[in-house]
């Protein structure tokens, strides 16, 4: 990699403005990052915590979100728990997907990005002892030795007493069910330095060369790990990197307006990523704001690292499509109003939310609309005030329509 690196270098500088040696280095960089997969697991206690501090308590489950569709979980997680002894022994259960399968318009909607660990009957009752979850290297062989396999265990997640929640950063080909054997398994951060410094070179020379410019964006977010949602930079390199990436984006958006908006949308990825680093370091309790980013779409990679999360305001936004927010499966409250929707598709699976609030959107209040919420059954409280509606009081034909005892504020 690092030869063809020195010929694209020999080609940009020869001619800037040519596209062929730029394209071929975003492929370079491509191969400089081994993939990964973030998972993000939750306990589900049966009570709240706190309520029964020190004795046994009913685990319900464990929630596994993951960035990115992952096949065959069962056959390459295990669950363990420590016991009163000390040794760590496997948890029996069982895994499904705990998200829901209605698309919008009938389609089957990807269910692999969720996933649900049960404990087997009778082992459900556990004092807050730590939990493991560990990512096999490879499949079990034929034969192997407890100790040959106990040293395949690379990848592992503790969810220790008093916490219930934690991240684990897994590479790809650990996971997917696709061929990855042609991809690095190790990253290459000099490379990408490197052609950092190439564009930074170039673009002393060449200010505004839209080429450079683009593909030292991409290096940026690489070294980010914006596209994947997984945080590859310390806190305060991360910081310096963000400010880069904004004065840039800045800067594209005035010398390239025919993709001003993909710079904007870019920009509101970073933000919503810099607003989720934030609200991670605040209680699990603690609502999250997220209003005012410019939103047009959700990025299901960063929404993850929120699965503990109660209340989600997402208003002020311009969003069109929910795609993604099912993955938030403990929220409880979500205020979506001031956006620019015209479905409710993608709330499906959110089977412990109580109160929606879409006011001023582009819905149109009429059976289709409340018969895709049906399913929330603790669902409680939903506000459609300044919608598409007719002036008459309708609330009961709503209750109807969604099947369910339910307040319609504005309708009643």
């Given amino acids: 990699l690092r030869s063809e690196l020195q010929l694209v270098q020999d080609a940009v500088f020869t001619d800037p403005a040519d596209q062929s040696p730029w394209i071929y280095l975003r492929w370079i960089l491509s191969q400089a990052r081994s993939p990964r997969i973030l998972l993000v697991a939750r306990i589900e206690w049966e009570e709240e915590e706190g309520e029964t501090a020190g004795a046994g308590r009913s685990m319900k489950g464990i929630v596994v979100l993951c960035s990115q569709s992952v096949t065959g979980l069962e056959q390459r997680v295990k669950v363990e728990v420590?016991?009163?002894?000390?040794?760590?022994?496997?948890l029996p259960g069982s895994w499904k997907s705990c998200l829901s399968s209605q698309g919008v318009g009938g389609k089957v909607a990807d269910c692999s990005q969720g996933w649900r660990f049960s404990?087997?009957?009778?082992?459900?009752?556990?004092?807050?002892?730590?939990?493991?979850?560990?990512?096999?290297?490879?499949?079990?062989?034929?034969?192997?030795?407890?100790?040959?396999?106990?040293?395949?265990?690379?990848?592992?997640?503790?969810?220790?007493?008093?916490?219930?929640?934690?991240?684990?950063?897994?590479?790809?080909?650990?996971?997917?069910?696709?061929?990855?054997?042609?991809?690095?398994?190790?990253?290459?951060?000099?490379?990408?330095?490197?052609?950092?410094?190439?564009?930074?070179?170039?673009?002393?020379?060449?200010?505004?060369?839209?080429?450079?410019?683009?593909?030292?964006?991409n290096i940026l977010s690489m070294q980010l790990g914006l596209d994947e949602g997984i945080p590859r930079k310390a806190s305060e390199e991360r910081s310096k990197l963000v400010q880069e990436l904004e004065e840039l984006i800045k800067e594209l958006q005035e010398l390239d307006g025919m993709r001003r908006s993909y710079y904007e949308q870019l920009r509101s990825q970073l933000n919503l990523s810099c607003r989720v680093e934030e609200a991670l370091q605040q209680p699990l309790q603690e609502p999250v704001a997220l209003p005012s980013l410019a939103l047009v779409r959700l990025h299901p990679p960063s929404l993850i690292r929120l699965t503990a999360i109660r209340s989600l305001d997402l208003s002020h936004n311009l969003l069109v499509t929910l795609e993604g927010l099912n993955l938030l499966v403990g929220l409880k409250t979500l205020l979506l109003d001031h956006n620019q929707l015209s479905s409710?598709?993608?709330?499906?699976?959110?089977?412990?939310?109580?109160?929606?609030?879409?006011?001023?959107?582009?819905?149109r209040v009429d059976p289709s609309l409340l018969r895709s919420l049906q399913g929330l059954k603790q669902l409680r409280r939903v506000d459609l005030q300044e919608n598409m509606a007719s002036k008459e009081k309708m609330a009961e034909k709503m209750r109807s329509w969604l099947g369910q005892a339910c307040e319609f504020p504005g309708f009643e």
């Fill in 82 to 90: 420590e016991e009163e002894d000390g040794k760590v022994a496997l």
């Fill in 119 to 217: 404990p087997a009957a009778g082992r459900a009752s556990l004092t807050r002892k730590t939990l493991k979850l560990s990512v096999l290297e490879e499949e079990k062989e034929e034969g192997g030795t407890e100790e040959q396999e106990q040293e395949k265990l690379r990848h592992r997640l503790l969810l220790q007493e008093g916490s219930s929640v934690g991240e684990l950063q897994v590479p790809s080909l650990l996971l997917s069910s696709r061929s990855s054997s042609h991809r690095r398994q190790t990253d290459d951060a000099e490379l990408l330095t490197t052609a950092r410094s190439m564009c930074d070179d170039l673009l002393d020379l060449e200010p505004d060369c839209k080429w450079a410019m683009l593909t030292k964006l």
């Fill in 344 to 363: 409710l598709w993608g709330l499906q699976g959110l089977q412990e939310l109580e109160e929606l609030s879409v006011k001023r959107n582009k819905l």
